[in-house]
């Protein structure tokens, strides 16, 4: 009997990236490029729904795909409420907080939008998959010492609940069962404690604590920041850029290549080796408060990513943290690999798709 057909669809700034997959195996994955000039006619993201569709619908047409086939339509989910992980399948709830941009506008909404409109004209499931807002944050992980401030819980959830399970998998272990640190590094930096199937503590990537990365500052000492803030040679906008952008490597360096950092390491360069392994040490001591969470109860440290290609990095913090528990390696991100996994496990009824309220 044939594996189901589900369609992936994962919107970007400038572009639509949509897979095909027949149960696990990827059928075939194409990039559309969207002119700017055209998404400038829209004035919101969650417009541009309708027209990203009609490409993705003529490449279906054009690879002969279907739809009769096809039994989920996936689309990358956007900036909704703060939601537990999973499956969700897509609601009327869920498409107008989509369309109203809840907590921002960002291209991703176009994701349940497009997956719904989709399935709705073929007849077939529309679900998202572990949005960047899942925040399953124990109370304790919320305080910040600061009752103005709360912890929030955004990071890059649908990459590290996928590896989690994956690892939990090579464990033999259900992820419901296991207690693991997720490491993802990529421009931006998040390290999660995953305890049974629960983020239950995660620092903020977008522009919050945590380690600097590529492009971000990560927690910076809160006393010096305010008085760069008022010191009144810097906007909002300015700080802003400091933290996210022209932040971490980028602002003691000058750029994001971490590839070309890397060579000047290689090649003996001790600035770009403090800068660069400095990065390493932020993520070990971070991975090293999430054991702190667990309770040192740990089954494995996965590091996740595009950073995770480096063997230099991967080493530097292998050095500091392998006495905690096993390191496994899973480079780069398998995102649309990752929302296929997502429905599939509902339509193989390995777990049930949960409904956004």
């Known amino acids: 009997?044939?594996?189901?057909?589900?369609?992936?669809?994962?919107?970007?700034?400038?572009?639509?990236?949509?897979?095909?997959?027949?149960?696990?195996?990827?059928?075939?994955?194409?990039?559309?490029?969207?002119?700017?000039?055209?998404?400038?006619?829209?004035?919101?993201?969650?417009?541009?729904?309708?027209?990203?569709?009609?490409?993705?619908?003529?490449?279906?047409?054009?690879?002969?795909?279907?739809?009769?086939?096809?039994?989920?339509?996936?689309?990358?989910?956007?900036?909704?409420k703060p939601i537990e992980g999973g499956t969700y399948r897509v609601n009327q709830q869920m498409l107008a907080d989509l369309r109203r941009g809840i907590q921002g506008d960002h291209p991703s909404n176009c994701g349940g939008l497009?997956?719904?409109?989709?399935?709705?004209?073929?007849?077939?499931?529309?679900?998202?998959?572990?949005?960047?807002?899942?925040?399953?944050?124990?109370?304790?992980?919320?305080?910040?010492?600061?009752?103005?401030?709360?912890?929030?819980?955004?990071?890059?959830?649908?990459?590290?609940?996928?590896?989690?399970?994956?690892?939990?998998?090579?464990?033999?272990?259900?992820?419901?069962?296991?207690?693991?640190?997720?490491?993802?590094?990529?421009?931006?930096?998040?390290v999660g404690a995953h305890f049974k199937g629960r983020v239950i503590d995660v620092n903020n990537g977008l522009d919050g604590d945590g380690p600097y990365s590529p492009?971000?500052?990560?927690?910076?000492?809160?006393g010096d920041l305010v008085k760069v803030c008022f010191s009144g040679e810097y906007t909002y906008a300015d700080m802003k850029k400091l933290i996210k952008g022209h932040g971490g490597v980028v602002a003691y360096l000058g750029t994001n290549d971490m590839k070309y950092v890397e060579e000047e390491v290689k090649n003996g360069n001790e600035e770009y080796r403090l800068i660069y392994e400095g990065i390493a040490y932020q993520v070990a001591k971070e991975i090293a408060a999430c054991a702190a969470v667990l309770k040192g109860q740990v089954d494995a440290i996965c590091i996740t990513g595009g950073l995770a290609f480096s063997d230099l990095m991967v080493g530097w913090i292998k050095e500091r943290v392998e006495w905690i528990a096993p390191v496994k390696v899973f480079p780069g991100e398998e995102e649309m690999k990752a929302l296929a996994l997502g429905a599939l496990r509902v339509l193989r009824g390995e777990e049930e798709a949960k409904e956004y309220v």
């Open 114 to 190: 497009i997956a719904y409109a989709i399935a709705k004209n073929i007849g077939c499931e529309a679900f998202i998959v572990d949005p960047v807002v899942v925040d399953e944050m124990q109370p304790l992980a919320r305080l910040s010492g600061m009752p103005l401030i709360r912890r929030r819980s955004i990071f890059h959830a649908l990459n590290q609940k996928a590896v989690a399970r994956q690892a939990a998998k090579e464990l033999g272990k259900k992820y419901r069962e296991a207690s693991l640190i997720v490491a993802h590094l990529g421009g931006g930096i998040t």
């Open 1 to 80: 009997m044939a594996e189901p057909l589900i369609l992936v669809i994962n919107p970007g700034s400038t572009s639509t990236k949509i897979s095909l997959f027949e149960g696990e195996k990827e059928l075939f994955t194409e990039n559309i490029t969207h002119r700017v000039e055209e998404l400038s006619r829209f004035n919101r993201a969650s417009d541009q729904d309708l027209y990203r569709m009609e490409y993705i619908i003529e490449i279906l047409k054009k690879k002969k795909v279907d739809a009769r086939r096809i039994a989920a339509i996936v689309g990358r989910g956007g900036l909704l």
């Open 215 to 222: 492009e971000r500052s990560g927690g910076v000492p809160v």
